[in-house]
């Protein structure tokens, strides 16, 4: 099975902060990866596919980069709409794994 | 626009089998894989496992055993079973629309809870 670990699981930042969350694969994914935003009581929100591709709607300050092992998720300039928890998830193989989440918290 | 909502019991009692439904609206369920996920309260995201329109299956490896995920074209609905719940299967139950092969889990319930107890 392949692993996704997040880091960090938690981060405190301020509105207008430029935010970097890590996921890093236990083997190699390709670009087979997706960001999701989850905000309490909510389904997740889909924001990233093949690891860098912006889903509809979702504002241009977030972006994704990365392949093979090692991605991340760039917020450019927080907004208060972005306190979320947010989850990587791979599709590389035909199971499915997500990271464990990291909580984006107000400074 | 595609919407799709869970529905089924939301309390069973350990050794039993929970039994939920997703109806898909807006959309063909011909258009797209369907998959479950879950969410123990205060956890992370587990995938369940997925389910085409002709029938073809992948499950968790972890949950292979006890999963039935099942689809009714005539009803654009698919159904999850998950078999010998206990306690540690309390979640919230989300389905949701998987994009191959673009990727990604495009479109999704709103969640359900299901809260295993007796």
Do not use: H
Request: net charge positive; glycine share 10%.
């Amino acid at each position: 099975d392949i692993q996704m670990t997040q880091s960090p699981s938690t981060l405190s930042a301020s509105v207008g902060d430029r935010v970097t969350i890590t996921c890093r694969a236990s083997q190699s994914i390709s670009s087979w990866l997706a960001w999701y935003q989850q905000k309490p009581g909510k389904a997740p929100k889909l924001l990233i596919y093949k690891a860098s591709s912006l889903e509809s709607g979702v504002p241009s300050r977030f972006s994704g980069s990365g392949s093979g092992t090692e991605f991340t998720l760039t917020i450019s300039s927080l907004q208060p709409d972005d306190f979320a928890t947010y989850y990587c998830q791979q599709y590389n193989s035909y199971s499915l794994t997500f990271g464990g989440g990291t909580k984006v918290e107000i400074k | 626009q595609v919407q799709l909502q869970e529905s089924g019991p939301g309390l069973v009692k350990p050794s039993e089998t929970l039994s939920l439904t997703c109806t898909v609206s807006g959309g063909s369920i011909s258009s797209y894989y369907w998959s479950w996920i879950r969410q123990p309260p205060g956890k992370g995201l587990e995938w369940i496992g997925y389910i085409y329109y002709s029938g073809s299956t992948n499950y968790n490896p972890s949950l292979k055993s006890r999963v039935t995920i099942s689809v009714d074209t005539s009803k654009n609905q698919f159904s999850l079973k998950l078999s010998s719940v206990t306690a540690a299967d309390t979640a919230v139950y989300y389905c949701a629309s998987l994009l191959l092969p673009r990727g990604g889990l495009g479109y999704w319930g709103q969640g359900t809870l299901v809260t295993v107890s007796s």
